[in-house]
Each structure stands twice: as structure tokens, then as C-alpha cells.
């Protein structure tokens, strides 16, 4: 995924200006999904406009700028959103811990473990907090699909708990094994 896709599916959306978007990345979005500062977005928004992907509808106070999709940006994010899943270059700073593990000891390898366990009950916990709020009042715009996000990311963090702890297990196995 770019920056730019992500740009795309936010102001198809909804139109907005530089900040508004610098905005969302400071919430779920950037906690969950990808990281973007107002460094990255402004220089991004300039360059998807000079590739006729977004357009300026709306000049405010202090160069405000409120940005919309044209219809070739909303194509590029079509094809994107339908391109076949798996495709794209993958950075994920949590998998590849998970990968390097095997550099710890077996006790640090089950701290570091216990360690995910924790977090990713806190985010369950966070999460299903957000979803009750939501259920509560019907949210609008880019929050709407929100929801689907929030409920992709209880699975995912149930997984990872679920995961770790059979880790843990797998890891006191091998450990007991070897010193036997």
C-alpha cells in the first residue's frame, strides 16, 4: 500500500484538506493501519494533484487547501481496492520479530511472548471499547467502515493472542525437552 491510495480512499469518501487528513492519520488509521505525519501527506497531496489524481475545490484562510478525488484518481483506487490481495511489498516490524525470536534465549523468547499476549489484549480490550461507542452512535463518513476495520482488527488481535500463547507453550516444550 502507498500513500497515496490511502489519500485516494479517504477523500473518495469524504473531501478534505491537508490537515483534516494529517488528522485522521493521528487516529485508528495511523495506529492500525498506516502511519503518515503532515511532512508526508502535504508534499503527497501536491504530487497526486499534478498526476490529475486529486483536484483543489476549495482555497481557505492561510492557503487552506480542501482537496476532492477526480474521477482518474477514483479509478486508481478502484483498481487498487479489486487488485488481487497478496500483492505489494510487505514491512511488517511485528512479524519479523517474531521471525528473529530464535536469537533469545528460550526464557527471553517466552517473555517477549508474554509480552504480545498483553498487548494484544489490550488492544482487544481497546477495541471492543471503540466498537460499543460505535454501536452506540451510528457514526458517518469515514467512520462507517470504520466498523469493518474494528471488527478485522478484534479477529486479528484475537489470533495473535491466541498464537502467542500457543507459542509459549511450544517454546516451555522444546525447552523441557532439550534440558531432559
Not at 502511519?35 to 482555497?59: D, K
Not at 477526480?70 to 510487505?90: F, H, I, M, N, S
Not at 452512535?137 to 462507517?144: I, K, L, N, S, V
Not at 476495520?149 to 498464537?163: I, K, N, S, V
Request: no cysteine; net charge negative; aromatic share 8%.
Amino acid at each position: 500500500m502507498s500513500l497515496s491510495h490511502a489519500l485516494l480512499g479517504l477523500l473518495a469518501i469524504e473531501p478534505a484538506s491537508g490537515y483534516e487528513l494529517s488528522k485522521e492519520f493521528e487516529r485508528d488509521l495511523g495506529r492500525y493501519a498506516w502511519q503518515a505525519g503532515h511532512t508526508s501527506v502535504y508534499p503527497e497531496l501536491i504530487r497526486m494533484a499534478e498526476q490529475g489524481l486529486v483536484e483543489v475545490t476549495h482555497e481557505g484562510a492561510r492557503r487552506s487547501r480542501t482537496y476532492a478525488v477526480t474521477d482518474k484518481g477514483r479509478e486508481e483506487l478502484r483498481e487498487w481496492l479489486l487488485a488481487p490481495w497478496g500483492q505489494g511489498v510487505v514491512r511488517n516490524e511485528q512479524v519479523l520479530r517474531l521471525f528473529l525470536l530464535e536469537a533469545l534465549e528460550p526464557d527471553e523468547t517466552v517473555t517477549a511472548l508474554r509480552g504480545l499476549v498483553e498487548h494484544a489484549e489490550g488492544s482487544i480490550s481497546e477495541l471492543r471499547r471503540l466498537r460499543e461507542e460505535q454501536d452506540a452512535e451510528p457514526r458517518q463518513g469515514r467512520d462507517t467502515l470504520g466498523q469493518l476495520a474494528a471488527e478485522y482488527g478484534l479477529r486479528q488481535y484475537q489470533a495473535t493472542h491466541d498464537w502467542a500463547l500457543w507459542a509459549i507453550e511450544h517454546v516451555n516444550k522444546r525447552q523441557g525437552s532439550e534440558s531432559a
